[in-house]
């Protein structure tokens, strides 16, 4: 049973272009949460998901980030016309139902140039 | 408003000695707590969780204690291994969501 797999691992991108991060669930998971490490801090909450539907984006910029995570296929995290301070460590996380341990995928790591 | 903190930036330990990481919250709400170890450049790995309904949960080497009148949790780590050399993220949620509030994290180093 492969685990949850984000990529890509590195991203690179200069200001003003797109970045498109994907999260593959653990099998029969349906819960997905994208969180965000900046440098020397903890994991901050982005936004939950469901199959097609979004459920919690209280942690989302107002602007440039969404989110969708569609019937077939990964979750995408879209960030559009990236600034540096866009540059972190994203992670996601899945799970099957509330309050049942979430697994976290390797990350990507986006830089921003 | 930083609702789970981890006081301790970082701990070093003896080799086989107990590992004592502590967290507190202040949000009230809370009532799913976990632990997670992370190692540079990869995702945090689970370690334990515990429900507000308890107030002890033990796996292995692993305890987490959960006092709700002090709003504190902490996480014990007994026989500390030099493996166990990482860092420890506490987290909260509240009733009905897994949107984790995550500490800031405390470096463990165990020595030999």
């Known amino acids: 049973n492969a685990g949850v797999m984000q990529n890509p691992r590195h991203l690179v991108r200069r200001r003003g272009q797109e970045a498109r991060l994907r999260c593959s669930p653990m099998?029969?998971?349906?819960?997905v949460y994208w969180y965000r490490q900046l440098p020397e801090e903890g994991l901050k909450f982005m936004v939950y998901?469901?199959?097609?539907?979004?459920?919690?984006e209280s942690g989302m910029p107002k602007e440039r980030f969404s989110a969708e995570f569609p019937k077939e296929g990964p979750s995408i995290l879209r960030i559009q016309q990236v600034v540096r301070g866009d540059s972190a460590a994203y992670f996601c996380?899945?799970?099957?139902?509330?309050?049942?341990?979430?697994?976290f995928g390797q990350g990507t790591r986006l830089t921003v140039v | 408003d930083q609702q789970v903190k981890q006081n301790s930036p970082s701990l070093s330990v003896q080799e086989g000695r107990i590992s004592i990481l502590n967290c507190d919250y202040t949000?009230?709400?809370?009532?799913?707590f976990l632990w997670y170890k992370k190692y540079p450049a990869e995702g945090p790995t689970f370690l334990i969780s515990?429900?507000?309904?308890?107030d002890k949960n033990e796996d292995g080497r692993f305890t987490v204690f959960l006092n709700k009148s002090a709003k504190h949790l902490s996480l014990h780590i007994v026989p500390s291994q030099p493996g166990d050399s990482a860092v420890y993220f506490c987290?909260?949620?509240?009733?009905?969501?897994?949107?984790?509030?995550f500490g800031t994290g405390t470096r463990l180093q165990v020595f030999p």
């Open positions: 987290a909260a949620s509240r009733p009905y969501t897994d949107k984790l509030i």
């Open positions: 998901l469901q199959k097609e539907n979004i459920i919690d």
């Open positions: 515990i429900s507000s309904i308890k």
């Open positions: 996380a899945t799970n099957t139902q509330t309050h049942t341990e979430a697994f």
């Open positions: 099998k029969g998971h349906s819960h």
């Open positions: 949000n009230s709400m809370f009532d799913y």
